[in-house]
């Protein structure tokens, strides 16, 4: 059994004793509380941004290729680095890659620190470094469809190269299940909605006949305690109980 299943199944036990299974017969099957939990995974992922979680990846770029389909973990592209500041025409270690600024700086400011140099000269050499990502390439504009996730470049790739991927993706599911904050928010989101699909079985058949006189069930009072149980879950989300990060500075 994956840390996954057994994570799930921790989460069907929980559910299961908070509805009283052993005391009494509880006639949800393994796919109900599957549902239930695929359901309290995605409310989560939807409206928490404690689902994500911020990341770094690589892609090697092929020649005259401008479009590539990124896992489907992925939620966000921030931002995309190469691996030097020179122009995209050129290859290997030499040619335009060959930055004589960058060398120069590491040898004179960066061994002989203690005889010259200073923050002055890092910030400089910071700016200089800035600008010309600017002007040569250092800086790639893109587009990311969340959907597809297709990564576009607006710049034809001239030749192959490595680049270094800002993003956000999807934090696995058992990952989430154990964390301190939204673990708990998806074990009871999961039985509020269990309480609802009982309740939708047991209302059906509000009263069995017997001998005794009959047994009322309580199907109508399942449904309603499901119900304002995930309404104050939700609640819950806007008020970041599950961990997640508070908004900034909003205007209007």
């Not at 059994?1 to 996954?4: G, L």
């Not at 489907?72 to 966000?76: I, R, W």
């Not at 959907?147 to 297709?150: N, Q």
């Not at 806007?238 to 109980?241: A, E, G, L, P, R």
């Given at each position: 059994?994956?840390?996954?299943e057994n994570q799930?199944q921790?989460v069907v036990?929980?559910?299961q004793t908070m509805?009283g299974?052993g005391m009494?017969d ?5 796919a ?13 992922r939807q409206r928490s941004?404690?689902a994500?979680e911020e990341s ?10 401008n479009?590539y389909?990124?896992p ?5 592209v921030r931002?995309?680095?190469r ?8 290859g290997?270690?030499?040619g335009t890659l060959?930055?004589p600024?960058n060398?120069?700086?590491s ?7 203690s005889?010259m140099g200073?923050l ?8 200089y ?7 040569f ?7 990311f469809?969340p959907?597809?996730?297709?990564l ?5 790739p001239r ?7 800002w ?9 989430l299940l154990?964390d301190?904050?939204a673990?708990q928010w998806?074990r ?7 309480k609802i699909m009982?309740?939708?079985a047991?209302?059906k058949?509000s009263?069995i ?8 069930l309580n199907?109508?009072?399942l449904k309603?305690e499901?119900?304002?149980e995930?309404?104050q879950?939700e609640?819950d989300l806007?008020?970041?109980?599950d ?10």
């Open positions: 059994m994956t840390e996954s799930r921790e036990e929980y559910v509805l299974a009494i509880v006639e949800l099957d393994p109900h509380y599957n549902t239930a939990i695929d359901r309290a995974l995605r409310k989560f941004s404690n994500v770094f990846g690589f892609i090697m770029l092929q020649m005259d290729t479009e389909y990124l489907k973990e992925v939620q966000s931002q995309l680095f691996r030097s500041i020179g122009s995209r025409s050129g290997g270690n030499g060959f930055e600024f060398l120069a700086y040898n004179t400011y960066l061994l002989s620190s005889n200073g002055a000269t890092y910030f400089a050499f910071a700016s470094q800035k600008m010309v990502g600017k002007m390439g250092s800086e790639i504009n893109f587009t469809n959907t597809t996730k297709l576009t470049l607006m710049q034809r030749t192959e190269e490595e680049l270094l991927i993003m956000y993706n999807e934090r696995p599911d058992f990952n154990q301190p904050f673990g998806l009871d989101y999961a039985l509020a909605t269990c009982l309740g939708e047991r209302e058949f009263q006949a017997s001998p005794q006189g009959g047994t009322t199907g109508t009072q309603s499901g119900k304002a995930i309404e879950l609640l806007v008020n970041y109980k961990g997640g990060k508070p908004l900034t500075f909003v205007i209007g």
